[in-house]
T-cell receptor
């Protein structure tokens, strides 16, 4: 069964303290890996798509990377407004392209 | 226009009520989705419409009835819900759908917070 595991479950950082979130997956030959940010009570906000090992994407203080078994979301010099739950989802190779397998998310809190 | 909109934002209903959730996108996307999300859990897929036809029903109880009137609109009709159906209901859309396609980003709406009394 395809699995996506995110770690840590929760992470507390001080403002300016850089760190990384991890998303490991057991899907072989995935067609895409997606990162979303979700604020409490709101829908997930799309951040990045990663498709092949070695690929990197950046947006402001966030940088996502992909290997054959995992993805990292690096947060450089975070600010309190970066506090949110970050979800990772993969698109398995089999079947249609509709079903995503989500991880349980990492809740990030950035203290001022 | 690069967003998915949902109405209402909040809904409180009794177990005997009938209500509907609405979703709209004007990005030309041909796949639309309903998800259910409980607190501290990831979204769970309920239904998928591709080219206005229901393509996936994840064994959702019949008290949830989806409808896709056209390529931009998606409804979820609710009837005789149970308190355990209280959750955040999310609509999403993606550009295309189909077997063998490469990556296919889904874009989510803000959600409807549903409370069943």
């Amino acid at each position: 069964e395809d699995q996506v595991t995110q770690s840590p479950e929760a992470l507390r950082l001080q403002e300016g303290e850089s760190s990384s979130l991890n998303c490991s997956y057991t899907v072989s030959g995935l067609r895409g890996l997606f990162w979303y940010r979700q604020d409490p009570g709101k829908g997930p906000e799309f951040l990045f798509t990663l498709y092949s090992a070695g690929e990197e994407k950046e947006k402001e203080r966030l940088k996502a990377t992909l290997t054959k078994k995992e993805s990292f979301l690096h947060i450089t010099a975070p600010k309190p407004e970066d506090s949110a739950t970050y979800l990772c989802a993969v698109q398995p190779p089999q079947g249609g392209s509709e079903k995503l397998v989500f991880g349980k998310g990492t809740k990030l809190t950035v203290n001022p | 226009d690069t967003e998915v909109t949902q109405t209402p934002k909040h809904l409180v209903m009794g177990m005997t009520n009938k209500k509907s959730l609405k979703c709209e996108q004007h990005m030309g996307h041909r796949a639309m989705y309903w998800y259910k999300q409980k607190a501290k859990k990831p979204p769970e897929l309920m239904f998928v419409y591709s080219y206005e036809k229901l393509s996936i029903n994840e064994s959702v109880p019949s008290r949830f009835s989806p409808e896709c009137p056209n390529s931009s609109l998606l409804n979820l009709h609710l009837h005789a819900l149970q308190p355990e159906d209280s959750a955040l209901y999310l609509c999403a859309s993606s550009l295309r759908v189909g077997a063998g396609l490469p990556y296919n980003e889904q874009f989510f709406g803000p959600g409807t917070r549903l409370t069943v009394l």
